[in-house]
């Protein structure tokens, strides 16, 4: 167990439709890091919040949102999800000041 | 751009000899960090080994080290004696010295090890 919990672990959804996925970080990590993992794309960064506020932006769609809460935990919304959107999500986590980070499981997605 | 690239095709390796995983990368920040992960097929990212730009010893951990020729920016993994266990996916990333810890990660080498 890495620390990092990410749930659900697998979602099947279909065409349109719109999901929420849950990171919860290690202990006294303030930063938040979501990543998607497809075929033809590869491992690509999406998004980093840290202590709340959204600190940089990757390559993520304008039908993905994300926010990081006062708790710390995040979601990451999809939403008019189409087929090419199926891939695993990861999240990260890690302390400030420590390069590199730890990753969750991961929630792999199928969008029908 | 790509800044990492692994281009070697999916390798198979004898159970206890070593592998070199190689990674080249680009980047015109001097200051920059690189790490490995290993993705097994239950999917999980695992952080096996990180670099720093400055270092001046390369990087070891365990069974895992780290060749690092600043000049070439080449940051290759060396597995020494090679378990079933490390059959698996990996990858290599670099963190840019923009203060925000996001890696830029490769396509990734299979590794299979065989008894």
């Known amino acids: 167990d890495s620390g990092v919990t990410q749930t659900p672990k697998h979602l099947i959804t279909a065409t349109g439709q719109r999901v929420t996925l849950r990171c919860s970080p290690r202990?006294?990590?303030?930063?938040v890091y979501w990543y998607q993992q497809s075929l033809d794309q590869g491992l690509q960064f999406l998004i980093q919040?840290?202590?709340?506020?959204?600190?940089a932006k990757g390559n993520i769609l304008e039908r993905f949102s994300a926010q990081q809460f006062p708790d710390l935990h995040s979601e990451l919304n999809l939403s008019s999800l189409e087929l090419g959107d199926s891939a695993l999500y990861f999240c990260?986590?890690?302390?400030?000041?420590?390069?590199?980070?730890?990753f969750g499981s991961g929630t792999r997605l199928t969008v029908v | 751009a790509q800044k990492i690239t692994q281009t070697q095709p999916g390798m198979f390796v004898q159970e206890k000899e070593a592998v070199t995983l190689d990674c080249t990368y680009d980047?015109?920040?001097?200051?920059?960090?690189l790490f490995w992960y290993k993705q097994p097929s239950s999917g999980e990212m695992i952080f096996l080994i990180y670099?720093?730009?400055?270092?001046?010893q390369n990087a070891t951990e365990g069974r895992y080290s780290l060749n690092f020729q600043k000049a070439r920016k080449s940051a290759n993994l060396v597995i020494s004696a090679s378990q079933l266990g490390d059959s698996a996916m990996y990858f290599c990333?670099?963190?840019?010295?923009?203060?925000?810890?996001?890696?830029?990660f490769g396509k990734g080498n299979q590794v299979v090890v065989i008894p």
């Open positions: 990260a986590s890690s302390v400030p000041g420590v390069y590199g980070y730890t």
């Open positions: 670099q720093g730009s400055y270092d001046q």
């Open positions: 919040y840290y202590n709340g506020e959204e600190r």
């Open positions: 202990s006294g990590d303030l930063s």
């Open positions: 990333a670099m963190r840019e010295g923009d203060g925000n810890n996001r890696l830029a």
């Open positions: 980047t015109s920040d001097p200051s920059y960090g």
